[in-house]
């Protein structure tokens, strides 16, 4: 086995908390600024067997892995980098962010001393049953990408900064626009009254379709909160001369929407809940 490293993760959200889990299976070192946090939060570090780091001692860590929702991105990188002036540390940005704000990242990254690699999850947070893939671009991608050696899967694109954000935005753009798109049409369906001709048709010309939805639409249902400010890094992607950036802010509005029918048990949760599962 290598030697240990010291790993800083900036939140333990879900993945946060899947790949500190990972690194400190594998003998890591993980620290984690927890203060202000959740009791759920503090719980998932727990059992991640993560340990608290005050933000002015992450710098001390080998590699600092910034995994935040994406609107908190950019004010995370820049309390990292006020806290560790003259660090040396490697940064990796690995949130769904538009190429342009992994850029602006890069600047106050390395402004402060800090290494930069842009970076993209695709795949849900390590566990038993899930590996997912880290994307790296970037002038310290191939540095960050010797975490495969400590149990994460990692893939390096030989391209500038933004090129991982890239991929991660378009990925998600299609299975998540997709489960949205499924998702809308059978509301519309249901309001009709044609809801179980859908899917039973669904079932029959298009299995493979269906057995996707049965999948990713309960997943997606207490996630879709998370998948909003992703869906307007989406939109940003696309860029406003693009008329088809209009569809992830309406997905956006879908998701938000959707978060709020699941945390009350609503009318449309249960009505996706009871077709996907048919």
């Known amino acids: 086995m290598p030697n240990p490293l010291t790993i800083a993760i900036t939140a333990p959200g879900q993945m946060g908390a899947g790949i500190g889990a990972r690194l400190t299976a594998q003998g890591c070192r993980v620290i984690v600024p927890l203060e202000d946090r959740s009791q759920a939060s503090l719980d998932r570090a727990r059992r991640a067997g993560m340990v608290h780091a005050g933000w002015d001692e992450l710098g001390q860590a080998d590699m600092i892995l910034s995994v935040v929702s994406p609107e908190h991105a950019e004010r995370t990188a820049e309390r990292v980098a006020a806290a560790n002036p003259g660090a040396r540390a490697i940064y990796a940005e690995l949130n769904a962010i538009t190429p342009e704000r992994a850029l602006r990242i890069q600047k106050i990254a390395e402004g402060a001393g800090l290494g930069f690699t842009d970076g993209g999850i695709i795949g849900p947070p390590p566990s038993d049953s899930a590996d997912p893939v880290l994307y790296l671009s970037g002038p310290a991608a191939a540095e960050a990408a010797g975490l495969r050696a400590y149990g994460l899967r990692t893939e390096v694109l030989h391209g500038p900064v ?40 669904l079932g029959v010309s298009q299995s493979a379709l269906a057995q996707g939805f049965s999948r990713s639409i309960p997943g997606m249902l207490p996630k879709s909160g998370r998948w909003v400010s992703e869906m307007h890094e989406i939109a940003d992607f696309i860029g406003t001369d693009f008329p088809e950036h209009g569809i992830y802010r309406g997905v956006a509005a879908l998701y938000e929407r959707l978060f709020d029918a699941h945390l009350a048990d609503g009318e449309e949760a249960e009505t996706l809940r009871d077709l996907v599962g048919r």
């Open 162 to 201: 933004g090129e991982a954000s890239a991929l991660k935005l378009s990925y998600a753009g299609i299975t998540k626009g997709l489960a949205a798109l499924g998702a809308t049409m059978m509301l519309a369906a249901a309001r009709a009254g044609v809801e179980e001709q859908l899917m039973a048709e």
